[in-house]
């Protein structure tokens, strides 16, 4: 089994900053893309930002310049670092990795519980 636990979140007034943690633990013998998604309350879950494997990312066109995705392998951790927030980046955030658990074993998606980010002054 492979678990996902995200930290970091919080109350953070507009402009200012927050960086999110998620670390992979388990049965890990790969992890290929890393994932962060958020879900404001009524709206549907969107991709925020990727990594690949070998460090490649991408993002939605509405954090572009704002938030930076990392990662660290020999940790099993992503990051997301969020900067000049607004009240529209409130949501639940998640985050979502490709784990092959074992030597010749399909990988599967894994997702985080979620960590709650509240932009408001």
């Known amino acids: 089994q492979v678990q996902l636990v995200e930290s970091g979140g919080g109350l953070e007034q507009p402009g200012g900053s927050l960086r999110l943690s998620c670390t992979a633990s388990?049965?890990?013998?790969?992890?290929?893309?890393m994932y962060w998604y958020r879900q404001a309350p009524g709206k549907q879950r969107d991709l925020v930002a990727r990594?690949?494997?070998?460090?490649?990312?991408n993002y939605a066109d509405s954090v572009k310049g704002r938030f930076t995705i990392s990662r660290d392998n020999a940790k099993n951790t992503v990051y997301l670092q969020m900067d000049s927030l607004n009240p529209g980046d409130t949501a639940v955030y998640y985050c979502?990795?490709?784990?092959?658990?074992?030597?010749?074993?399909?990988?599967?998606?894994?997702w985080g519980q979620g960590t709650q980010v509240t932009v408001s002054s």
């Open positions: 388990g049965i890990i013998f790969r992890i290929d893309a």
């Open positions: 990594i690949t494997g070998g460090g490649g990312t």
């Open positions: 979502n990795a490709e784990v092959t658990p074992t030597f010749g074993s399909f990988s599967k998606n894994y």
